[in-house]
């Protein structure tokens, strides 16, 4: 398995929380995330993000707009 570098990282992070990742793709990126320092706090802070999102899912159907939102915000 290759190393991971940051830009695949967060390329992928969402799918890493929504769980629609490979196996091999989230081992590689919950490594990645343990032991860089860029990585890592910008996971956490999506993380949170998507409790929100799923706390939100939970009273009513998924506000597309709302994702679409909180991604460019992290795209910034
Ligand atoms: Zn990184």
Redesign the pocket.
């Known amino acids: 398995m290759s190393e991971m570098?940051?830009e695949h990282?967060?390329e992928m992070v969402w799918g890493y929380l929504d769980g629609e990742v490979s196996e091999e793709e989230y081992l590689g990126i919950q490594v990645?995330?343990s032991k860089?320092a860029?990585?890592g706090p910008r996971y956490q802070f999506q993380r949170r993000l998507m409790v929100l999102v799923e706390q939100k899912c939970r009273e009513g159907p998924v506000p597309e707009a709302l994702k679409r939102r909180l991604f460019r915000l992290l795209e910034e």
Do not use: F, P
């Open positions: 570098d940051c990282v967060l990645h995330i860089c860029d990585c």
